[in-house]
T-cell receptor
Framework: DAGITQSPRYKITETGRQVTLMCHQT?????MFWYRQDLGHGLRLIYY???????DKGEVPDGYVVSRSKTENFPLTLESATRSQTSVYFC??????????????FGPGTRLTVT | SQKIEQNSEALNIQEGKTATLTCNYT??????LQWYRQDPGRGPVFLLL?????KEKRKERLKVTFDTTLKQSLFHITASQPADSATYLC???????????FGKGTKLSVIP
């Protein structure tokens, strides 16, 4: 089906392990985003990408790495997971048009628990 | 720094009434503002976008206003239904291109 998918949907890992969360979109949108959502903080931007091979930091990038070798994929890696990275992670995509302001389309989320 | 406040963490309303949610912002002159709906266990879903030169926008039972003088947006759901129960997020342009900064959301519960 067309859309934006994330995998895995649920993940439990141990402190210090490397974890990669996958995001795939079928719309060929230029922009892709990674957010984390925590109680009391709302959605916070981790990294975003304007196109393949172009990425930039958001509000809370520390401890995370991203890559974008293909337009449709935008994996997020936690190099050495910490308990503070326990959260729900959302991927989103967007396609700029000619007018101001562009909606974002979100995936279903990955619930990550770091023990 | 930019700040977005959604005044109520939770709002309970009787079915059939109009729900009004508030989004205030400071240190901002946004070109537009967006509203999203989020259901439990799901990602946010885009509802409406209103630009700075638009005072009001409607979509079915939804109405959004944007007062750049007050630095406030109001989100109205008329004839509310239990199916409207969800968390509603406002979002404004972020620091970089095409980024959004989200408010913490208001959880709306429509009581039958």
């Amino acid at each position: 089906d067309a859309g934006i998918t994330q995998s895995p949907r649920y993940k439990i890992t141990e402190t210090g392990r490397q974890v990669t969360l996958m995001c795939h979109q079928t719309w060929s949108h230029s922009y892709m985003f990674w957010y984390r959502q925590d109680l009391g903080h709302g959605l916070r931007l981790i990294y975003y990408s304007a196109a393949a091979d172009i990425t930039d930091k958001g509000e809370v990038p520390d401890g995370y790495v991203v890559s974008r070798s293909k337009t449709e994929n935008f994996p997020l890696t936690l190099e050495s997971a910490t308990r503070s990275q326990t959260s729900v992670y959302f991927c989103a995509s967007s396609e700029p048009g000619t007018s101001v302001g562009y909606e974002q389309y979100f995936g279903p989320g990955t619930r990550l628990t770091v023990t | 720094s930019q700040k977005i406040e959604q005044n109520s963490e939770a709002l309970n309303i009787q079915e059939g009434k109009t729900a009004t949610l508030t989004c205030n912002y400071t240190n901002y002159s946004p070109a537009y503002l967006q509203w999203y709906r989020q259901d439990p266990g799901r990602g946010p879903v885009f509802l409406l976008l209103i630009r700075e030169n638009e005072k009001e926008k409607r979509k079915e039972r939804l109405k959004v206003t944007f007062d750049t003088t007050l630095k406030q947006s109001l989100f109205h759901i008329t004839a509310s239904q239990p199916a409207d129960s969800a968390t509603y997020l406002c979002a404004l342009p972020g620091a970089g291109s095409y980024q959004l900064t989200f408010g913490k959301g208001t959880k709306l519960s429509v009581i039958p």
